[in-house]
């Protein structure tokens, strides 16, 4: 069974495309960095998919389009251990402090080039 998938830079994988994903329950690794036709409704899309809330511990979302619905729609994966931001500049301080409150199971976490992220918001809140 599929663990591990990688998309990043796939400019064709779309938000309806990610519903395609829902039977491969097995996959703890995803990368749909640089992805940039991902948004806000592929990530509710994802979280949604049965078994990704426990199943699924890296998640790597490096410069999709993203807002912080988005980012709230993650703290549905509450087996998440690590979790890649990196340049999603449409994340602000506040909802990533509330998501991360929620993912105790967090321990990597890279926000570099997220203007509004302030360091505020995520220092002292992973293990």
């Known amino acids: 069974q599929l663990q591990k998938l990688d998309l990043s830079s796939c400019d064709m994988i779309t938000d309806i495309g990610l519903k395609h994903l829902h039977s491969l329950e097995s996959i703890d690794e995803l990368s749909l960095g640089w992805c940039r036709s991902i948004t806000d409704l592929g990530l509710d899309i994802l979280t949604s998919q049965p078994g990704r809330e426990n199943r699924l ?4 979302l490096a410069r999709c389009n993203i807002t912080d619905n988005g980012l709230s729609a993650l703290t549905r994966l509450r087996g998440l251990e690590e979790l890649d931001l990196n340049g999603c500049s449409k ?37």
């Open 57 to 60: 511990l890296t998640l790597r």
């Open 91 to 127: 994340l602000g301080s506040r909802t990533l402090g509330e998501t991360l409150a929620k993912l105790i199971n967090l321990t990597t976490l890279d926000v570099s080039y997220c203007p509004n992220i302030l360091r505020a918001s995520w220092q002292g809140k992973i293990c």
